[in-house]
């Protein structure tokens, strides 16, 4: 089992719709969650971090469960510039040892 | 801002052959790191480092060298490449961010095959 799991893709949707992500990870020292976006095999970048409180960042809202070991991503009003490949991201504590979910995949249609 | 810069972008390889993957970042970050992604794989850590002189192995270290003898360079050897090395490589910086969470910032990539 892969410590960090997604939700298996692709996921396509119209434009305008909302879309929620899911992702596990299995262990339970894990510090700092982190939604990260990649284009095209581009280099991932950052989307939001992840907090116990849950954040927002416009359309975006995260969440985190510790509990359940669970966390969620939501998009709002899906743009075509959604489009992409949504990684879950799990930090087991400093170092900047990051673990990834093997992504989901986005696309949003006219 | 330059930010990581990696290099090769490109590179084919024969089986057997060595070479370094290049990174340096002008970002003044203690951690760096390399991963490789495969198709349906997600990235997985191959190497790590926390500062200079300071490495450690990641998920898929086999086949891989790395060392850190500034803050700013962390190059990836292939010591014999082999088919199954290829894939997309990522170099990566990061900082803490609080928590013992670290924001990284990647490289543009290098694409490999080996043949």
């Known amino acids: 089992r892969k410590e960090v799991e997604q939700d298996p893709g692709p996921f396509n949707v119209p434009e305008g719709a909302t879309v929620a992500f899911n992702c596990t990870y299995s262990?339970?020292?894990?510090?700092?969650f982190f939604w990260y976006r990649q284009d095209c095999r581009k280099e991932p970048k950052l989307l939001m971090s992840?907090?116990?409180s849950g954040n927002e960042d416009g359309r975006f809202t995260a969440q985190l469960n510790r509990a359940s070991q669970y966390i969620s991503l939501l998009i709002r009003d899906s743009k075509l510039s959604d489009s992409a490949t949504y990684l879950c991201?799990?930090?087991?504590?400093?170092?900047?040892?990051?673990?990834f979910g093997q992504g989901t995949e986005l696309s949003v249609k006219p | 801002n330059a930010g990581v810069t990696q290099t090769p972008k490109f590179q084919v390889l024969k089986t057997g052959q060595s070479m370094t993957l290049q990174c340096a970042q002008d970002?003044?970050?203690?951690?760096m790191s390399w991963y490789r992604q495969d198709p349906g794989m997600g990235l997985r850590l191959i190497h790590y480092?926390?500062?200079?002189?300071?490495?450690d192995q990641g998920e898929v270290p086999n086949g891989y060298n790395v060392s850190r003898s500034t803050t700013e360079d962390f190059p990836l050897r292939l010591l014999s490449a082999a088919p199954s090395q290829t894939s997309v490589y990522f170099c990566?910086?990061?900082?803490?961010?609080?928590?013992?969470?670290?924001?990284?910032?990647f490289g543009q990539g290098t694409r490999l095959t080996v043949v």
């Open positions: 992840v907090y116990s």
């Open positions: 991201v799990v930090n087991r504590g400093g170092g900047g040892k990051l673990i």
């Open positions: 990566a910086s990061s900082y803490p961010l609080g928590q013992g969470g670290a924001e990284a910032f």
């Open positions: 262990n339970s020292a894990s510090q700092s």
């Open positions: 970002m003044n970050h203690e951690y």
């Open positions: 480092s926390v500062g200079a002189g300071i490495t």
